[in-house]
């Protein structure tokens, strides 16, 4: 079983920036993708960002050049570095792990409990 603990939301006007951490109770070096996603209210839960073990990194458009996800792997650590946020940015944070299990590829996830982002006119 794997915690991962979110820390940083809040709430920031618009135009402001906050940073987000995700703590792993393991090394995230053994997870095949790390990533932030997120979930406002009536809509459905996006991918914002990810990083693989090989350090690539992906964003949903609508954050590209705005957000950048790091890592801190030898504190176990994932960040998501927000900047220029907007009213749709509101949501609930969400970090998760991805791990490949078995040699055919199948994998396992995990979540944060969530952190609320608020960002205000």
């Known amino acids: 079983q794997v915690q991962l603990v979110e820390s940083g939301g809040g709430l920031v006007q618009s135009g402001g920036s906050l940073r987000l951490s995700c703590t792993a109770s393991r090394s995230i070096s053994r997870f095949d993708r790390m990533g932030w996603y997120r979930q406002a209210p009536g809509k459905q839960r996006e991918l914002v960002a990810a990083?693989?073990?090989?350090?690539?990194?992906s964003y949903a458009d609508s954050v590209k050049g705005r957000f950048t996800i790091s890592r801190d792997i030898a504190n176990n650590i994932v960040s998501l570095q927000m900047s220029s946020l907007n009213a749709e940015d509101t949501a609930v944070y969400y970090c998760n792990s991805r791990i490949v299990v078995n040699v055919e590829g199948a994998t396992r996830e995990y979540w944060g409990q969530g952190t609320q982002v608020t960002v205000s006119p």
């Open positions: 990083v693989t073990s090989g350090g690539s990194t």
